[in-house]
């Protein structure tokens, strides 16, 4: 059974936005730190955000900061990134996951993933 599930992806033309949400079911989100991670074809996987359970806390990687904006809302039991100014190496796979600690680099054991949401940048 999903416990989170990744929408809003799709295909867009450089410099403009998207928003992605990850939706939880049999679980209270309020109760995880949240993680955005994304994956291109051929390349690593990258921690993208990471928001704590009662969003006091928030960090991104370099190449988004000032661009993307991680936030939460537990009463909807959902977690958003809002992707603006999207480049060409923007484009991934972009994941959801839920874990118990928080930590400002984001790494941290996770309980729970979605299957991701296929985000594309071109011109």
């Known amino acids: 059974q999903l416990q989170l599930v990744e929408s809003g992806g799709g295909l867009v033309q450089p410099g403009e936005s998207l928003r992605l949400s990850c939706a939880a079911s049999?679980?209270?989100?309020?109760?995880?730190?949240i993680v955005w991670f994304r994956q291109a074809p051929g390349k690593e996987r990258e921690g993208v955000s990471c928001i704590s359970n009662g969003a006091r806390s928030t960090a991104y990687a370099d190449s988004v900061k000032g661009r993307f904006t991680i936030s939460r809302d537990n009463a909807k039991n959902t977690a958003y990134l809002q992707m603006n100014s999207l480049k060409p190496e923007d484009t991934a796979v972009y994941f959801c996951?839920?874990?118990?600690?928080?930590?400002?680099?984001?790494?941290?054991?996770?309980?729970?993933w979605g299957q991701g949401t296929q985000v594309t940048v071109s011109s």
């Open positions: 996951a839920a874990g118990r600690r928080w930590s400002r680099t984001c790494l941290i054991e996770y309980d729970y």
């Open positions: 049999g679980i209270t989100l309020g109760s995880y730190t």
